[in-house]
Structures are given as structure tokens and as C-alpha cells.
């Protein structure tokens, strides 16, 4: 089986950014996870913690912490060693991660590692956040039949459903808006989008 590794500063950013890819992915790959923080500064880290690993018990995923203070995760060589640490543990197939202009320091500093860590990986993807800035997909994968399952991801973070900043806005209600639109472009009703650092086709065995 192909091996799929997902990195995201924060419980719940790839579920967010990617959710719907993971779950098509999982029919046919094994899946890791690389969470660099608990999150606690939006809310208990316990309680972050066991929603996490709810959702990677869902996925049937393996998952990995980071062990880094929420907000101060810095970008210097400890980082990217790190990243760089489970990236030769799993020897993934493609690696999913932060975009890297955000307005969150965390995603940008993880985004900005990941680079330099995966410098000989074939295939590695950003995905998109509510922070992102400028984001601009040119690979989109169909997740209509998906969509049902990552809100479901989502809602095992019951702690952030409404950690929007947004009064009266739920996470699932953005994750739906905006694979509404990300479908559109891409002629499809739910899509997730994505900005290639690299892709390799051939991995994907057209």
C-alpha cells in the first residue's frame, strides 16, 4: 500500500485542509499523522488530544506529536529535524501540509520546515485553512462522496466546532462553503484544493 503523511500544527488543521482527501486516500494507502502541538491555547490539551485521537482511530491512522508549545513553534533547524525524523520513520508516498502564507505563525513555521524536510519527497501538497492567504489550488480532488465524512471529522473536534472567531459560524459551515467553491472550480459539487510544491502523476498510476 501507498503511505500518506499528513502534518498540521494543531488538532483539527488537516481535517480541516484535507479531510476528504484522507479518507478517499485510506481505501488504498496507509495513513500517518504528525501534529506538532496539542492546541492549548484554544482549549484544554487533554481534551485536544483525545478529539485528536478519535479522529486518527476513525482514519485507522497512526499518529505522531510534535511536542511543541502552541503559538511558538518556531522555524529553525530542531523543526525541521523533527519533520524530517518521521518523514524517514514513515518513508511516505506524498506528504500533505500547511500552505505557507498564513497569518498563523505555527502553520507558516511548520509550512516553511516541511519545505527544507522534504526535499527529496516526490510529492507534496499544501492544503488550505481558514488562515491561508492567497491561496490558489491547482490540483482538486472530488470529495462529494466524502464530504458527509469529513464533517464528521470535524465534529469529533467537538472543542472547536464553534472556534470560528466568526459569531454564530460552525467549522463544519466553512469546511462546507468552501469545498462548495472549490468544487465549482473544479466542475464538481465538493472539492478540496491544493497547491503542489511537487506531483508526480505517475503516482497516481494514470
Known amino acids: 500500500m501507498k503511505k500518506i503523511l ?3 500544527s494543531h488538532p483539527d488543521d ?3 485542509g484535507c479531510g476528504g482527501t484522507i479518507i478517499k486516500f485510506s481505501k488504498f494507502a496507509e495513513i500517518y499523522v504528525l501534529v506538532m502541538s496539542k492546541g492549548e491555547v484554544g482549549g484544554s490539551p487533554l481534551v485536544r488530544q483525545k478529539e485528536q485521537q478519535k479522529v486518527c482511530k476513525y482514519l485507522k491512522a497512526k499518529l505522531f506529536w510534535g511536542e511543541y ?3 511558538k513553534i518556531e522555524l529553525n533547524k530542531n523543526l525541521i529535524d523533527k519533520i524530517e525524523y518521521y518523514i524517514k520513520k514513515v518513508s511516505p508516498d506524498i506528504i500533505f501540509t500547511h ?3 498564513d497569518t498563523h505563525q505555527d502553520h507558516r513555521n511548520v509550512a516553511e520546515a516541511t519545505i527544507t524536510a522534504t526535499r527529496y519527497i ?3 501538497l499544501f492544503y ?3 488562515s491561508s492567504i492567497d491561496f490558489a489550488p491547482s490540483v482538486f480532488v472530488d470529495i462529494t462522496n466524502e464530504i458527509k465524512k469529513k464533517l464528521y471529522l470535524l465534529e469529533l473536534h467537538k472543542s472547536q466546532v464553534y472556534a470560528t472567531k466568526i459569531k454564530g459560524l460552525s467549522i463544519k459551515e466553512a469546511a462546507v462553503s468552501i469545498a462548495i467553491y472549490r468544487g465549482y472550480q473544479n466542475r464538481v459539487k465538493y472539492a478540496e484544493g ?3 510544491l511537487r506531483l508526480t502523476l505517475d503516482y497516481f498510476n494514470f
Do not use: A, K, L, S
Open 6 to 8: 499528513v502534518i498540521g
Open 122 to 124: 516526490r510529492n507534496v
Open 14 to 16: 488537516f481535517e480541516f
Open 128 to 130: 488550505e485553512t481558514p
Open 99 to 101: 500552505y505557507p502564507q
Open 194 to 196: 491544493f497547491v503542489p
Open 69 to 71: 508549545p502552541d503559538t
